[in-house]
């Protein structure tokens, strides 16, 4: 899959994006490439990772993942824990999180469930 595969209505969420490591696509469906330091800023960046790791029980739903995030789950919060660990090794997550290192940005601690 490339960035060009990635084109998506304004307000609607291409799952896939979490499968690449190229851009981002924002809530009107604009592609941001993750390298431009312009056109995705470090204060975008870290908006981003902080979206990502709050919403990643969603977008688990999204990548179809409930079943799993559900097996054997006895503690409460478990399944948040399960979303943001699957949400932290996404090919995006880890693009975006590099990004940061080359940039000597220190990102938002990933926040514990509640």
Do not use: C
């Amino acid at each position: 899959m490339t960035s060009n595969d990635l084109i998506v209505d304004p307000g609607s969420i291409d799952r896939r994006v979490v499968d690449q490591g190229e851009v981002w696509l924002d809530k009107f469906g604009q592609q941001h490439r993750i390298d431009d330091r312009e056109g995705f800023d470090d204060d975008y960046l870290a908006n981003v990772v902080t979206f990502l790791r709050r919403n990643a029980m969603t977008w688990a739903v999204y990548e179809g993942r409930p079943n799993t995030l559900l097996d054997g789950v006895d503690a409460p919060g478990e399944v948040q824990q399960r979303s943001r660990t699957w949400m932290e090794t996404t090919v995006l997550m880890g693009a975006l999180r590099a990004e940061a290192d080359r940039r000597g940005l220190a990102l938002p601690p990933a926040e514990e469930p509640a």
